[in-house]
Each structure stands twice: as structure tokens, then as C-alpha cells.
């Protein structure tokens, strides 16, 4: 059990007119906890209580550090920085690190958050941001026991303020040091914190897991606290989603599929794509209501008058969260390390991984956000990388490595598949927009069999599967859009394995089996013995002839063998070590070390066997 860092009791803090905070009663532990509400919350009256820098008019805050006698107790980073100005760059970290070459590591914390050709600049010749992130490169380097932070980084850039993060992380891990930090932003909190309090005009509205509140908030406003979603009373659920439910439901962004549908009463009224979430205006032609959606797509698929109909993955919402080597009685895949690594930054971005594969030789290709290909080694090296020919519309979806080590990419929002070679250089293509003979709607995968045959899997109502031959013509194709036997809601990662086609059915999780002539065999594991998926998104097969199956909805993998029988899973929905948020895609190596795409965490996983 975690240790009491702080415990307040009905703590007041009074400001000129009303309450700057009111009948604080709360706990705040060991590990990493955000603090996040809008401004005028009281995050930093909170956070100068905890330091000691105010006072409370009423109530009592006990600090109950561990004792440490070789370390600080406690290093602060107020909203201003606190820095010195008559000290340059790297004697703010000088003078804090009492331990060895502090000239040397000074240099070395500085590279780490990137303001290392600033090592003699003062205070007021660096730049906002520039002052934020030497505020907290000084806080780690004092190996205190517990950070307190105020809005740290918020004026530095998207990718420059993920590598700050990582430094962070890296320090608490290497430290076993605890932070407390208030943002605005529920990103990061999502991606940086374990525990979350929350606040509004001074009141305690919520002390708890990041991932329950994120899951299952009590209420409307706390939902609101970590991000979009979408909060549906029993009517709206029953009148939406055709469910029956006793009490209201979150559903966030990711627990919601719109599909275009002919026959559907729903009709979208207007569509914005964001990025990472999409927005969505649909009309009920029966009721004439009409309600917003927010969902995670991978572009702005949508038209204005589309007809759709809404799917509630509701695995997601049912989900109870494993830790890795506790899987209720299910066996467990041995991981004896894992290492993972940010994408490369794309000007001030850093994409997230969408797609893997793995190459003999050992090369790493990745599809990312940001319509790259990516090479690395299987250290995380970057070798070379190139972009696809236009990524306006849209960023691919699957990469697979071809027997004559050409790469194959599944162009998703060009209706195309495009072959490279090794170095980037366009081979072929072939496909276009439609629902014909080697026609596409949204390509998302592949696959190749011995005699080099290509096998394409789609969706966008136009759910199938379709082989070509190795020049790009077309041979056949199987599968319709549909929930029985044979058909498919969002075919999504493909197998071949001695004539037979292992086909992920990501909507109505399961994986099917097909003949590489397109017959119909069987739902794996269907026989035996149920396999639970939860939206299973991406597979790959090891050297060990064992399927690895990774679960967009449960963030995890699963270790299945050719008749569906579970071997082991590995891992849980979050952002800690071996936790996995919406990953999207996975491939093992010839030595069974796993690859996961963990697009929601924006990194990539590596797990060795």
C-alpha cells in the first residue's frame, strides 16, 4: 500500500471576496498525482499548502514525508519558475546536484530537455519556455523525494515538452521520487499521472485513479475533467444505441463507432475532423433530435447526409483492468523486459505509431500520424524514413514486409495499395476509389502467402477481403459487411499461415478463418472454448507459430495458437509500464521479441519473450 505524502483535513483558504479553497478533506500518496481543474479552481492554492508557503485559515495539512536523510524532501516549481537571475543555466543545476561531476551531469540535464547550448545564459536572455523547462530540469536534478509542480511546461512546444516528460519519468523512475503537479490539460494526465484530484472554485470534486475517473466518472462535469466524451442518459442510450441501461453512460471518443449504414434513420448533419478525436452533428429522423458524438476515426470519413449508425464497443466499458501477471486464473505471457521509444518528431509534433512491421534482417518499418514510414533497428535507432505521396486526406493504416523484402502499405484514404522499396522509392501501385473488382473503399491491411499473392482487407461499408497477384491484378475477393459467419465490421489485421487466412474482425470481435481461396472455415476458438477479444485491431505470427493478437479495446496482447486456445496476455489499459492505450498494431521478430504499436500512449512497446 502506497504511503500518505499529505493528508488535509477541512482545510480553508481564504481569499479577498470568497473561498480560494473550502472544506478540503483529502489524501494525496506516494507516486504521481495531477492536479487539474479550469482557472480560478484553486490548483495553486492547493499546491502552496502542500509546500508550505501559505497557510490554511482553517483545518490542518499534515506532511508526512518518509525519511530521507541524504536527500531534499521536497523540491518546488512554482508558476513563475522560482529561478535565480543572477545565476546562469547550468548553475541553477549546479548547486542543487551534490553528488560527483555536477558541472557534467548539470551539462547532461540540460541536453535531456534540450536547452544545453544555453548553459551560460541567464534567466532573462532565455525565453518563456526556454525558463520552464531549466525550472524543472533544476527540480529533478535535486533528487528530492517529492516534486511539487505548478503548470509545468505549458508554454513549450508539443514535441519538445514530450521529450521533457520523458526526462521526468525517467528521473521519478531512477529515483523512486514522487511528483505532484497541476495542469490544465487532460492529456496530460492522462499520459503522465496515476492519481488525479480535481477542483472547481475551490471545491474537491474527485480524489482518485486517473483510469477509473477516466472510465467511469460519477457525473457529467467529471467527466468533462479528462477530455471529450460523450454522456448519455437511458433514454438517449435506448433512443442512439438501442440499449436498455439503468443509469447514464460515458462513452468516450474510443468507445464509439459511427458507420455509414443505407438504411439507418440517423443522418449527419456535420462532421469535423480534429486529429485524434472527431466530431460528429447526427440528426434522428424519427424524433427530429439531434445530438453531437464525439469518436476517434482515423480521418473525417463523414459527409453531410451520410446515414449511419452508431456501434457502443461496449467490451471497453466493461473492462476490468488486469495488471500484467494477474489475469484471473488465465495464464500469462512471460515478459522478461521491455523498452519503448517516441517516434521522431515531425516539426513541432510527435506522431503516434499506427502500424509495425519487422523485417529479417531486423529493421522495424512503422506507418505514423504524421503519413511517414519509419526504419528503425530493434533498439529504437532511427535508420531512414520517407513519406507517402500525399497524406492530406488522410494517413495509412497497414505496412507488411514482403517476401522480396519490398514494403507494401495500404494507402487507407487513397483507395490504393503502394509498393516501395527498402529505401522509399515507389515500385508500383494499384487500386482506386470504389466497390468494384480492385476497387477499394478504406484498405487497412495485408498480408502475402507463399506464391507472393496479396491479400487486402477493407472497411467503409464495403467490409471484405481481396486477393491480387504479385504484379497487382486482381484474383477474388470474399467477405460482405454484416455480424454472421463469414462477414465482417471492420476487418483490420490478416495472417497467412499454410493456405489458411487468420482475418481480425476488429467490430464484432473475434478472428475469422478463411481458405486462401476464400472459403469460409470456422470463428477460432468457437468450437472449444469461447476467446474473449476486446476489439482485437492487429495480429502478427511468431516464429513459434503462435497468433499474437492485439486488443485495441482492453490494451493488452493475447497469445493465441491456431485453434484459438489462449496461451497468455500481457498487459492492461493505461499509460505505465506495461500498460497500452488503443494500440493499433503488432509484430514479433524471429526472436519472439513483441512490437506494439501503443498509438494512444503515442510510443512504441517492445516486450521480449
Known sequence: MSRVLWRLNDVCLQGKCLPRLEGINLEIEEGKTAVIGQSGAGKTS???????????????????????????????????????????????????????????????????????????????????????????????????????????????????????WEAVRNNLAETRASVVFATHSPQTVLSEAEKVVCLNEGR???????????????????????????????????????????????????????VRAKESHFVVQSARFKGSIAEADLKNERTGAVRRFYH?????????????????????????????????????????????????????????????????????FILDTAGRVLVYDENGLLKRQWRMPDPTAGNPEGVCVLRDGSIAVADTHYSRVIIFDKEGKIIRQFGRYGTGEGEFIYPVALAEDEGRNLYVCEYGS????????????????????????????????????????????????????????????????ASSQFLSLNFPYDMALGPDNALYVVEYGAGRVTKIDLDGKVLGRYGSSGTGAGQFRTPWGIAVDLKKHLFVADTGNRRMVVLKQ
Open 204 to 258: 474537491l470534486l474527485y480524489s482518485g485513479s486517473v483510469e477509473d475517473l477516466y472510465l467511469h466518472p460519477a457525473t457529467p462535469e467529471l467527466a468533462d475533467c479528462l477530455g471529450e466524451n460523450n454522456w448519455l442518459s437511458p433514454q438517449e442510450s435506448s433512443a442512439w444505441l438501442g440499449r436498455d441501461e439503468e443509469k447514464p453512460l460515458c462513452c468516450r471518443p474510443e468507445h464509439i463507432a459511427i
Open 462 to 525: 464495403n467490409d471484405r477481403v481481396q486477393k491480387f497477384a504479385p504484379d497487382g491484378r486482381y484474383i477474388g475477393s470474399f467477405g460482405t459487411f454484416g455480424t454472421r459467419p463469414g462477414q465482417f465490421q471492420r476487418p483490420s489485421g490478416m495472417v497467412w499461415h499454410r493456405g489458411n487466412l487468420y482475418v481480425a474482425d476488429s467490430i464484432n470481435n473475434r478472428i475469422q478463418v478463411f481458405s486462401d481461396r476464400g472459403e469460409f472455415i470456422r470463428v477460432l476458438g
Open 46 to 164: 492547493l499546491l502552496n499548502l502542500l509546500v508550505g508557503f501559505e497557510r490554511p485559515d482553517r483545518g490542518v495539512v499534515h506532511q508526512l514525508f518518509p525519511e530521507a536523510p541524504q536527500r531534499l524532501p521536497l523540491f518546488w516549481v512554482p508558476q513563475d519558475g522560482g529561478l535565480w537571475p543572477h545565476m546562469k543555466a547550468r548553475e541553477h543545476l549546479e548547486v542543487v546536484i551534490d553528488r560527483g561531476d555536477a558541472s557534467g551531469k548539470a551539462m547532461s540535464v540540460l541536453s535531456a530537455f534540450g536547452i544545453q547550448e544555453k548553459a551560460d545564459s541567464y534567466p532573462a536572455q532565455l525565453s518563456q519556455g526556454e525558463r520552464e523547462r531549466l525550472s524543472v530540469a533544476r527540480a529533478i536534478s535535486s533528487r528530492a523525494t517529492v516534486l511539487v509542480m505548478d503548470e509545468p511546461l505549458v508554454s513549450v512546444d508539443i514535441a519538445c515538452a514530450g521529450k521533457c
Open 296 to 364: 476517434r476515426p482515423a480521418s473525417n470519413f463523414l459527409r453531410p447526409d451520410d446515414h449511419v449508425i452508431l456501434k457502443l464497443l461496449l467490451c471497453l466499458l466493461m473492462f476490468v483492468t488486469l495488471l500484467p501477471g494477474c489475469g484471473g486464473g488465465e495464464p500469462v505471457i512471460a515478459i522478461s523486459g521491455q523498452t519503448w521509444w517516441s517516434l521522431a518528431p515531425d516539426g513541432t509534433r510527435i506522431p503516434a505509431p499506427r502500424s509495425v512491421a519487422v523485417c529479417s534482417d531486423g529493421e522495424v
